[in-house]
């Protein structure tokens, strides 16, 4: 069993940024994949940025060149540093962690971008 804890989000205008931080702990092994999804009001939930715990990255096209996820493997943390936020980026974002068979989720954090 994996926990995550969110943390970051929050209300920001037009342009500006957030970092939001996701932790995990339990039962945690070296080979996993951590990340973000994002759910709108109405919408589906959908892929913002993924890392392997090798390092390769994976990104909606719709945040390319505003987001960018980090991660550190000793610390089982995750961070999405979002830059140049528009108002479509308001959605509750979702931790996500896959670790072979299982995926975890946690429980959200807002991000409002409105002026």
């Known amino acids: 069993q994996v ?3 969110e943390s970051g989000g929050g209300l ?13 702990s339990g039962s ?8 973000w999804y994002r759910q709108a009001p109405g919408k589906e939930r959908e892929l913002v940025a993924t890392m392997s715990s090798g390092g390769s990255s994976n990104y909606a ?19 999405l540093q979002m830059n ?4 479509e980026d308001t959605a509750l974002y979702y931790c996500y962690f896959n670790q072979w068979p299982y995926v975890y989720w946690g429980q959200g954090t807002q991000v409002t971008v409105s002026s």
């Open 3 to 5: 926990q995550l804890v």
């Open 12 to 24: 920001v205008q037009p342009g500006g940024s957030l970092r939001l931080s996701c932790a995990a």
């Open 28 to 35: 945690i092994f070296s080979i996993n994949t951590m990340g």
């Open 61 to 79: 096209d719709s945040v390319k060149g505003r987001f960018t996820i980090s991660r550190d493997n000793a610390k089982n943390t995750v961070h």
């Open 84 to 87: 140049s936020l528009k108002p």
